[in-house]
């Protein structure tokens, strides 16, 4: 049997920027195994804590991504935005 320590593991992600001060190297993956397993990233520098997205979350924004694309292909537009002067 493995051997589970009950502190937080932590790993630094090398060439990462934190989402909200844009600090290089400074965001640090959590892993928690007890009492619930979790997992989220934190910055050191300020603190910006950020847990992955639901799987069901990412799934249904995909699935809606996909369904405007092929909505602007049926309907003979490319996607561009012209802007006019």
């Not at 932590?10 to 965001?27: S, T």
């Amino acid at each position: 049997m493995r051997y589970q320590s009950s502190t937080p593991k932590r790993r630094f992600l090398a060439g990462v920027r934190c989402p909200k001060c844009q600090a290089l190297d400074a965001v640090r993956q959590v892993n928690i195994v007890t009492p619930e397993p979790d997992e989220y990233i934190e910055c050191t520098q300020c603190g910006h804590t950020e847990h992955r997205p639901d799987p069901d979350a990412i799934s249904a924004k995909n699935q809606l991504e996909d369904q405007l694309s092929r909505d602007a292909m049926s309907t003979g537009t490319s996607g561009t935005v012209k802007f006019k002067p």
